[in-house]
Nanobody, 123 residues
């Protein structure tokens, strides 16, 4: 079991930036990738992007359009989601999750989830 804690969410004006963090602890040896997902009220949880833990390779959903960047700090067991040029439609609870498979493209492939952090973008 891996424990994940997201942080960094908050309220930001449209066009602003936020950096989310996902700190991992516990049995992380089987984790191949870290994914980011988001869920807005009344909507399905959707894939945002993912990073391969050892290689650092990344892939993203189309809606990112170059605005978001995922990175990781291996020494800190922490993944990051840098979000720039935020839009009101980015408002959602953002989650990180561990996965054994690569690439990560759906939540069914994920093993452990954090509690989520709220991101609200005002217009």
């Amino acid at each position: 079991q891996v424990q994940l804690v997201e942080s960094g969410g908050g309220l930001v004006q449209a066009g602003g930036s936020l950096r989310l963090s996902c700190a991992a602890s516990g049995r992380t040896f089987s984790t191949n990738a870290m994914g980011w997902f988001r869920q807005a009220p009344g909507k399905e949880r959707e894939f945002v992007g993912a990073i391969h833990w050892s290689r650092g390779s990344t892939h993203y959903a189309d809606f990112v359009k170059g605005r978001f960047t995922i990175s990781r700090d291996n020494a800190k067991n922490t993944a990051y989601l840098q979000m720039n040029s935020l839009k009101p439609e980015d408002t959602a609870v953002y989650y990180c999750a561990t996965a054994r498979m690569w690439p990560v493209r759906d939540s069914a492939a994920c093993d452990s989830w954090g509690q989520g952090t709220q991101v609200t973008v005002s217009s």
